[in-house]
């Protein structure tokens, strides 16, 4: 069984930046191909970025494209999502999973962009 536990989220003004942490344990056979989604309130959860192969391919949602960045710790089972400009639309509950999602759903780490 695989667990995904996320961290790293919290409260920041607007143009603020945060770094989340996916830490996968159990029987994961690699994080080659991992990504991080959101969910605002009242929302459908979203895909946010794409890693493949290790993080030769990332893929971004438009709405973060070029503040976002996904990548992976090679000597762990940890994928990153730096998080830069932050705005008030980027609130919400940040997990991670394959895409498509294969894995039980962590708990998320939330994230609140205000003033």
């Known amino acids: 069984q695989v667990q995904l536990v996320e961290s790293g989220g919290g409260l920041v003004q607007p143009g603020g930046s945060l770094r989340l942490s996916c830490a996968a344990s159990g029987n994961i056979v690699s994080i080659n191909n991992m990504a991080w989604y959101r969910q605002a309130p009242g929302k459908q959860r979203e895909l946010v970025a794409e890693m493949r192969n290790g993080g030769d391919t990332t893929t971004y949602a438009d709405s973060v494209k070029g503040r976002f960045t996904i990548s992976r710790d090679h000597a762990k089972t940890t994928v990153y999502l730096e998080m830069n400009s932050l705005k008030p639309d980027d609130t919400a509950v940040y997990y991670c999973?394959?895409?498509?999602?294969?894995?039980?759903w962590g708990q998320g780490t939330q994230v609140t962009v205000s003033s």
């Open positions: 999973n394959t895409h498509p999602p294969y894995y039980t």
